[in-house]
Structures are given as C-alpha cells and as structure tokens.
C-alpha cells in the first residue's frame, strides 16, 4: 500500500510536522545539559522505532529495497542535520541556531535551481526572502554566539536543504513514503548510537525533567515529525517545504507566549506577520507539484 495524499493534504500535514517539530530544541536544549549529542539522537530515534513498529509493523516486513536504501539516505541526511544543530546548541542561543537553520528557506529554492540548471521563480525568491526577514525578527534579538556555533547552524541549515530536496526526490520515486519514514527513523537511531560508542560515554537519563523530554523528541518530533514528512513531502514542491520552515520559529514563539508567558515585542510580531505574508504569496496560485 503506497501513501500517498494531494497537493493540499501534503502541505497541511508538512505544516503540522514542522510545527511539531518546533518544540524540538527546547527540548533539546534541556537534555544537552546532562548528556552527549550522539546520546541523545540515539535515545529519541530509537524510543520513537520502538513505539512505531508494532503499529506498522506489517509497512516494516513489506519494505522494498527501494524504500529501505530511501529511509537510509534521509536517515543519513536527518542524522547530519541533527547532529550540527543539536552540536550548536551547545555553543549559541537557540534563536541564534533557530535563525541560521532555518535559512534553508532560501538555501532550497536555490539548490534546486542549481540540480535543475533553470532560474528560481521570482514568487519563490520574493516569498523566501519576506519569510527570512520574518524568521530573523522572531529570532534574532542582538543574540549571536561563539564562531564555531555560527558555522555549525549553517553547517545544518545546507544540511537541511539536501534533506528537503533529497526527501523530494525520493518520495516521488515511487516507494511508499511513510515505510521511507519509519526505516528513515531507525537508521538515525543506529547511526547515532554508533556515533555515541565511537565518540561519547552513552548512559541514560539521570532525571524526570530529561526522561520527559527524551520521550516527547522521540513521539512528537522523530514518532510524528521525521517519520511524517516524506508522506508530506510526496503531494508537494521541494520549494514549498523549504518555505514551510518558516513556520518553526512563529510556532516556537507562540508556545513561548502560550505555556512560558513569554512576551512579543513588536519586532517579533512583524516578524510572524511577514512570515505568514510570505507563505501566502508563495501559496496563491502556486502550480500544482508534478
């Protein structure tokens, strides 16, 4: 059984997966305090495996060849991608890293442009750059941070790129994208768990506050987030998901306000107006993905 949805039903659901995903380096950051990067992808990756499998353990034991070497390539992709933002965590603010990983809104149409050797649309230039101004003002508040944060949030941001444009490709192939995303889940997990022998001391949560929010990166943001974007991604543009990331720092500044009370300068406010400007440009009358 192939899943596959239409173009709205795609970018509905990649919305929900992004913004799922925002609450992502809250978490993490809390973890980080008391544990290794490679540890800590392990541990999520793998808990979320271990509750996927017996819901779709049928897609599992049905899974191609195609969709297994699929699920290693985004598994790889995911596996660079979160090991630098995880690894700049640790030396910038997270709206620093929140910021600089999310200039994939522009990084994609321009990748894209490049592996296709045609212009971008104007609309997708114009839409990404309205988006990136937004996502700067929700973020970025005089915060910076050591170079070596710096380079690694730009290193996951083109990391994060390939992963939306490789995810693209690989979804459109053919292969049932939400087997793709399960066995992409699983091959983090193994990757990061031998990265964590090779490099760190792997141990387990010491706390409550860690356990918790281990489990809430494995359900919501590898369970739900990672295992779901390649059935996003099948029904959409490879430009309209690199736009969509727009969407993670608006959503983590609302669950600031929300559940920390946190409060909205005007700044921020424009921020998210633009943000939104910018999605609904690039959405109106948008072609439909081939």
């Not at 993670?248 to 559940?259: D, E, I, M, Q, Y």
């Not at 909205?264 to 400007?277: D, M, N, Y």
């Amino acid at each position: 059984m192939h899943t596959k949805l239409n173009r709205r039903q795609s970018e509905i659901l990649l919305a929900a997966v992004i913004s799922a995903r925002a609450t992502s380096m809250l978490f993490s950051k809390i973890v980080l305090a008391g544990m290794d990067v490679f540890n800590l992808m392990a541990l999520r990756s793998l808990i979320a495996f271990a509750l996927l499998t017996p819901l779709f353990h049928k897609q599992i034991r049905a899974a191609t060849r195609k969709e297994i070497r699929a699920g290693c390539i985004m598994g790889s992709l995911f596996f660079l991608t979160m090991a630098t933002e995880l690894a700049s965590l640790r030396y910038a603010p997270t709206s620093t890293v929140a910021f600089l990983q999310n200039t994939a809104i522009v990084i994609v149409p321009f990748l894209q442009a490049v592996l296709l050797r045609r212009m971008p649309e104007k609309r997708a230039i114009a839409a990404s750059l309205i988006c990136l101004a937004g996502v700067a003002l929700l973020t970025l508040a005089g915060s910076s941070g050591p170079a070596i944060g710096i380079i690694l949030a730009m290193a996951s941001a083109f990391a994060y790129a390939f992963t939306i444009i490789a995810t693209d490709r690989l979804s459109h192939s053919g292969i049932d994208s939400l087997t793709a995303g399960i066995l992409q889940v699983a091959a983090v997990g193994i990757l990061s768990l031998a990265a964590s022998f090779l490099f760190e001391s792997p141990h387990l949560p010491q706390n409550a506050a860690s356990w918790a929010s281990i489990l809430t990166l494995a359900i919501v943001c590898s369970g739900f987030g990672f295992t779901l974007q390649p059935v996003a991604q099948s029904g959409t543009s490879a430009e309209t998901a690199g736009l969509l990331c727009a969407l993670n720092p608006l959503v983590a500044s609302v669950l600031g306000v929300v559940f920390l009370h946190e409060v909205l300068s005007a700044k921020a406010i424009l921020g998210g107006l633009l943000v939104l400007a910018g999605i609904i440009l690039y959405s109106v009358k948008t072609k439909p993905a081939e």
